[in-house]
C-alpha cells in the first residue's frame, strides 16, 4: 500500500493529551501536520494544547523557529470530543494509561471509525504491540511508534512491528517521525523493544553487585561517571526516574521473557519499591536528600599516604600489564621486572572477568600482597582496586596510595569478577548482542537507540569496539564460569565474534 508521510494535508490523531500525548502533538504540529487531539477528561486536551502553545512560543523566543511558524503549529491543533471526529486522521497516535483493556477498547473502536489506510499507532513503552493488536480486525495496520519523554527534547523515537504488521506501516511510521524531526529506529516486538531492554544491564548488573557487599551506591556511581563515561550512575538515574518506573518494567520484563537470567530482578530494588522509597519524587531512595533536594554524599576518604617499597607487576594479562607499567612509570613506582614477585613486593594483576582470588590462585601468587586493577578503561580519571578477601590492609593501602599519587581517585571494591565498571559494560554488552542475535534489530539502530534514548556514551557495540570483543567475552565468560550463573553466559552472537577476531557489528547473511 501506498503512504505518503510528505502529503500537505497528513493529518495525525493523538488520543491522550499527557505528558507524552502533548509531546507528540507540538512535534507533528511543528513537523507541519495537521494534528487531532483528544483526552478522556474534560479539559485535559485544551491545558496540553496551552501548553504545547507556550511551548512554541519560547523556542520561537529561543530562535530555534519563527513566530509565524510557532503560531502556525498551533493553529494545526485541534481538539475534538469523540472518536468519531479521528475520522480524517491518516494515521493514529494513542497515549492512553498503560492498561491492556483500556488499550485494545479504544483501538477496537477507532478501526471501526478511521479509513481502511489509516495507521493506528501506539506509543506503548511496556505492553506488547502484538497483544495489543490481536483483536483487531485489521492487525496488519498496527504498529508501536514508542516516543521518549519529554518528546521535544529527545530525538528517538522506536518503530516496532508486531507479529501481523505490514512493511508499508513501519517505513510509514519511519517518514513521519522523520517528518518530526525525531531519529526514529526499526525494531519487531520483543518485551522492553531496545531501549528498556538494554537499560536493565546498566541498572540491575549495579544492584547485584552492591547486594552482594562488593561496592555501595555512591562508589558504584563515581566509577561509572569517571570510569565508564556515562552522565549519571545507575543509582543516581534510578533516583531520577524513581523506582515506581524502574521496578515493575524491571519485573515486567523479566516475566515477559519467561524468567530470562540476563532480565533478573533485585532484591535491594524490590524492597526500596515495596517500602516507597523511591528516590527523589519521596526525597528518599538509595540516597537521602537535603533540604535544597541534593543527594547527600559522604565524601570520598582520603587516599592512605603510605606507598609499596617495590611492586610487581603480572604479565598473565599483557594488555592490562602494559597499561598499568606505563602508568607506574609515570608516576615513578619502584617496579620489579623479574618472572616472579620478591618476597615483600606488592603484587598487582589486571583481569579481565576474573576476580583476585581466582588471579591469585591460579598464578601462584601470595593472596595476602595481591591486589587486582581495571586496566580495561582508561586510567586517567578513576581507577578502581580490588584486593582479596585476605589481602593485608598495608598491601591493600599501598596500592592504593601509590595509584592515586598523581591525584586521580581511586576507588577500592571488594572481591569481584569483573570489578564494578567491567561488570555492568559487559552486561550492557551481552544485551545488545541478544537482541541482535534475535534479529529484534540491527546492531546500528541499537546502539543508536541507546545513545539516544539512554544518553549512553556508546552503544552496545561501539563499546565492545572500544574495549575489545575478545575482552568484552572474556569478562562474560569468566563470571560466567565464576558465579555458575547463566545470567552471565555470553551472547551466541559476541561468541562467535569474539573467535572469529571480527567486528561486533558484523553481520549475517
Given at each position: 500500500m501506498t503512504f505518503d508521510a510528505n502529503r500537505p494535508d497528513l493529518t495525525i490523531g493523538v488520543l491522550g493529551t499527557g505528558a507524552m500525548g502533548r509531546g507528540i502533538a507540538q512535534v507533528a504540529a511543528a513537523g507541519g501536520m495537521h494534528v487531532v487531539v483528544m483526552d478522556a477528561r474534560a479539559g485535559a486536551a485544551q491545558e496540553a494544547r496551552d501548553f504545547v502553545g507556550k511551548m512554541l512560543l519560547r523556542a520561537a523566543e529561543k530562535g530555534s523557529l519563527t513566530q509565524q511558524d510557532a503560531q502556525a503549529a498551533l493553529g494545526r491543533i485541534k481538539i475534538v470530543n469523540a472518536l468519531a471526529d479521528f475520522k480524517p486522521c491518516?494515521?493514529?497516535?494513542?497515549?492512553?494509561?498503560?492498561?491492556l483493556d483500556v488499550k485494545r477498547q479504544v483501538f477496537g473502536e477507532l478501526e471501526a471509525i478511521v479509513a481502511p489506510d489509516c495507521i493506528l499507532a501506539t506509543n506503548t513503552s511496556s505492553l506488547s504491540v502484538t497483544t495489543i493488536a490481536a483483536k483487531l480486525k485489521t492487525p496488519q495496520r498496527f504498529a508501536g511508534f514508542h516516543f521518549f519523554n519529554p518528546v521535544p527534547l529527545m530525538r528517538l523515537v522506536e518503530v516496532i512491528s508486531g507479529l501481523q504488521t505490514e512493511e508499508w506501516v513501519c517505513e510509514a511510521l519511519v517518514a513521519i517521525g522523520k517528518r518530526m524531526t525525531r531519529e526514529p529506529v526499526r525494531c519487531t516486538d520483543a518485551p522492553g523493544f531496545l531501549v528498556n531492554q538494554v537499560g536493565r544491564g546498566f541498572t540491575l548488573e549495579a544492584a547485584h553487585l552492591v547486594y552482594e557487599g562488593i561496592s555501595n551506591f555512591a562508589d558504584v556511581d563515581r566509577v561509572m561517571r569517571d570510569v565508564g563515561g556515562f552522565r549519571m550512575g545507575p543509582f543516581e538515574l534510578m533516583e531520577l526516574t524513581g523506582l515506581d518506573v524502574t521496578q515493575p518494567a524491571s519485573e515486567l520484563i523479566y516475566n515477559q521473557f519467561f524468567h530470562e537470567p540476563r532480565y533478573r530482578p533485585n532484591l535491594i530494588m524490590q524492597a526500596r519499591y515495596e517500602a516507597g522509597v523511591l528516590g527523589r519524587k519521596t526525597k528518599r531512595g538509595f540516597y537521602n536528600y537535603d533540604a535544597e533536594m541534593k543527594a547527600i554524599v559522604a565524601p570520598e576518604t582520603p587516599a592512605p599516604d603510605v606507598r609499596p617499597d617495590s611492586v610487581w607487576v603480572s604479565a598473565a594479562e599483557l594488555y592490562g600489564r602494559t597499561a598499568l607499567t606505563g602508568l607506574l612509570t609515570k608516576i615513578g613506582a619502584p617496579l620489579e621486572s623479574g618472572a616472579k614477585p620478591s618476597a615483600k613486593a606488592l603484587c598487582l594483576v589486571t583481569p579481565f572477568g576474573d576476580d583476585t582470588t581466582t588471579c591469585a590462585v591460579e598464578q601462584g601468587l601470595d593472596p595476602r600482597r595481591t591486589v587486582a586493577v581495571d586496566t580495561l578503561f582508561p586510567l586517567s580519571k578513576r581507577r578502581t582496586i580490588m584486593p582479596t578477601p585476605v589481602t593485608d590492609p598495608a598491601y591493600r593501602d599501598a596500592a592504593h596510595g601509590l595509584l592515586a599519587g598523581d591525584g586521580v581517585p581511586v576507588t577500592v571494591c571488594r572481591d569481584s569478577p569483573g570489578f564494578i565498571a567491567q561488570r555492568i559494560v559487559a552486561m550492557i554488552?551481552?544485551?545488545?548482542?541478544?537482541?541482535?542475535?534475535?534479529?529484534?534489530?540491527?546492531?546500528?539502530?541499537?546502539?543508536?537507540?541507546?545513545?539516544?534514548?539512554?544518553?549512553?556514551?556508546?552503544?552496545?557495540?561501539?563499546?565492545?569496539?572500544?574495549?575489545?570483543?575478545?575482552?568484552?567475552h572474556q569478562v562474560l565468560s569468566a563470571m560466567n564460569r565464576i558465579y555458575c550463573d547463566p545470567r552471565y553466559r555470553p551472547s551466541i552472537w559476541l561468541t562467535r565474534r569474539a573467535k572469529l577476531g571480527v567486528s561486533a557489528l558484523t553481520p549475517e547473511p
Amino acid at each position: 500500500m501506498t503512504f505518503d508521510a510528505n502529503r500537505p494535508d497528513l493529518t495525525i490523531g493523538v488520543l491522550g493529551t499527557g505528558a507524552m500525548g502533548r509531546g507528540i502533538a507540538q512535534v507533528a504540529a511543528a513537523g507541519g501536520m495537521h494534528v487531532v487531539v483528544m483526552d478522556a477528561r474534560a479539559g485535559a486536551a485544551q491545558e496540553a494544547r496551552d501548553f504545547v502553545g507556550k511551548m512554541l512560543l519560547r523556542a520561537a523566543e529561543k530562535g530555534s523557529l519563527t513566530q509565524q511558524d510557532a503560531q502556525a503549529a498551533l493553529g494545526r491543533i485541534k481538539i475534538v470530543n469523540a472518536l468519531a471526529d479521528f475520522k480524517p486522521c491518516h494515521a493514529v497516535i494513542e497515549a492512553v494509561a498503560e492498561n491492556l483493556d483500556v488499550k485494545r477498547q479504544v483501538f477496537g473502536e477507532l478501526e471501526a471509525i478511521v479509513a481502511p489506510d489509516c495507521i493506528l499507532a501506539t506509543n506503548t513503552s511496556s505492553l506488547s504491540v502484538t497483544t495489543i493488536a490481536a483483536k483487531l480486525k485489521t492487525p496488519q495496520r498496527f504498529a508501536g511508534f514508542h516516543f521518549f519523554n519529554p518528546v521535544p527534547l529527545m530525538r528517538l523515537v522506536e518503530v516496532i512491528s508486531g507479529l501481523q504488521t505490514e512493511e508499508w506501516v513501519c517505513e510509514a511510521l519511519v517518514a513521519i517521525g522523520k517528518r518530526m524531526t525525531r531519529e526514529p529506529v526499526r525494531c519487531t516486538d520483543a518485551p522492553g523493544f531496545l531501549v528498556n531492554q538494554v537499560g536493565r544491564g546498566f541498572t540491575l548488573e549495579a544492584a547485584h553487585l552492591v547486594y552482594e557487599g562488593i561496592s555501595n551506591f555512591a562508589d558504584v556511581d563515581r566509577v561509572m561517571r569517571d570510569v565508564g563515561g556515562f552522565r549519571m550512575g545507575p543509582f543516581e538515574l534510578m533516583e531520577l526516574t524513581g523506582l515506581d518506573v524502574t521496578q515493575p518494567a524491571s519485573e515486567l520484563i523479566y516475566n515477559q521473557f519467561f524468567h530470562e537470567p540476563r532480565y533478573r530482578p533485585n532484591l535491594i530494588m524490590q524492597a526500596r519499591y515495596e517500602a516507597g522509597v523511591l528516590g527523589r519524587k519521596t526525597k528518599r531512595g538509595f540516597y537521602n536528600y537535603d533540604a535544597e533536594m541534593k543527594a547527600i554524599v559522604a565524601p570520598e576518604t582520603p587516599a592512605p599516604d603510605v606507598r609499596p617499597d617495590s611492586v610487581w607487576v603480572s604479565a598473565a594479562e599483557l594488555y592490562g600489564r602494559t597499561a598499568l607499567t606505563g602508568l607506574l612509570t609515570k608516576i615513578g613506582a619502584p617496579l620489579e621486572s623479574g618472572a616472579k614477585p620478591s618476597a615483600k613486593a606488592l603484587c598487582l594483576v589486571t583481569p579481565f572477568g576474573d576476580d583476585t582470588t581466582t588471579c591469585a590462585v591460579e598464578q601462584g601468587l601470595d593472596p595476602r600482597r595481591t591486589v587486582a586493577v581495571d586496566t580495561l578503561f582508561p586510567l586517567s580519571k578513576r581507577r578502581t582496586i580490588m584486593p582479596t578477601p585476605v589481602t593485608d590492609p598495608a598491601y591493600r593501602d599501598a596500592a592504593h596510595g601509590l595509584l592515586a599519587g598523581d591525584g586521580v581517585p581511586v576507588t577500592v571494591c571488594r572481591d569481584s569478577p569483573g570489578f564494578i565498571a567491567q561488570r555492568i559494560v559487559a552486561m550492557i554488552v551481552n544485551i545488545g548482542c541478544s537482541i541482535a542475535q534475535s534479529r529484534t534489530a540491527a546492531p546500528a539502530d541499537i546502539d543508536k537507540a541507546v545513545t539516544l534514548g539512554l544518553n549512553y556514551p556508546n552503544g552496545p557495540f561501539k563499546f565492545a569496539e572500544v574495549l575489545g570483543v575478545a575482552r568484552i567475552h572474556q569478562v562474560l565468560s569468566a563470571m560466567n564460569r565464576i558465579y555458575c550463573d547463566p545470567r552471565y553466559r555470553p551472547s551466541i552472537w559476541l561468541t562467535r565474534r569474539a573467535k572469529l577476531g571480527v567486528s561486533a557489528l558484523t553481520p549475517e547473511p
